[in-house]
């Protein structure tokens, strides 16, 4: 018997989940890109409200905008330090949930970009990658990573290091031009 709590910021929306043992105990998310940090708290303290303590926490690495991603699993790491827990980290387009064979889904990466990949079989195929939309063919956007897919996911996977597809906006003041 394993709970699980799931976290993903890499999108506009924070997402937090209760899983145990695969049944959603607790689902609920916010919208708002620039508020992840402010939803992140209040959603993890309504579901430990409705669940028992979790074993392990399952957090989305991205890839995702540096800022976003960098609330998701700061919490994640500190509240599972705090509590002697594992974090296992799993891509969050991975976690999107589409019902087709072969398809290609994306987030908005913003500066008018997106992040995607492409799945055959539900295995990652090509990517992820960023890319501006006109250069990606059929793919599909504006879903969101599955809590229930993020800890499925965390049973193979154990990303530890954040999916950055781009380099930082903030540069040292000796290296600008």
């Not at 910021?9 to 708002?32: N, W």
């Not at 993890?44 to 905008?65: C, E, S, T």
Request: hydrophobic content about 40%.
């Amino acid at each position: 018997m394993t709970i699980s709590l799931a976290i993903d910021t890499a999108t506009s929306r924070t997402t937090v989940g209760i899983i145990e043992d695969g049944t959603v105990l607790f689902e609920k998310f916010h919208e708002g890109a620039t508020d992840h940090g402010r939803a992140l708290s209040d959603l993890v303290a309504q579901a430990l409200k409705v669940a028992k303590p979790p074993h392990q926490i399952v957090v989305g690495m991205g890839p995702g905008p540096f800022t976003g991603l960098r609330v998701g699993i700061a919490f994640a790491h500190t509240f599972a330090l705090a509590r002697r827990i594992p974090v296992i980290g799993v891509c969050s387009l991975d976690a999107i949930e589409i019902d087709k064979s072969e398809y290609t889904v994306a987030i908005d990466a913003r500066r008018k970009e997106i992040y995607w990949a492409t799945y055959k079989d539900g295995v990652r195929v090509k990517g992820p990658e960023v890319s501006k939309p006109a250069e990606v063919s059929d793919f599909i956007i504006d879903q969101f990573p599955s809590v229930l897919k993020l800890v499925a996911l965390a049973e193979n996977q154990n990303i530890t290091e954040p999916m950055y597809l781009r380099r930082p906006d903030a540069v040292p003041t000796a290296e600008r031009s």
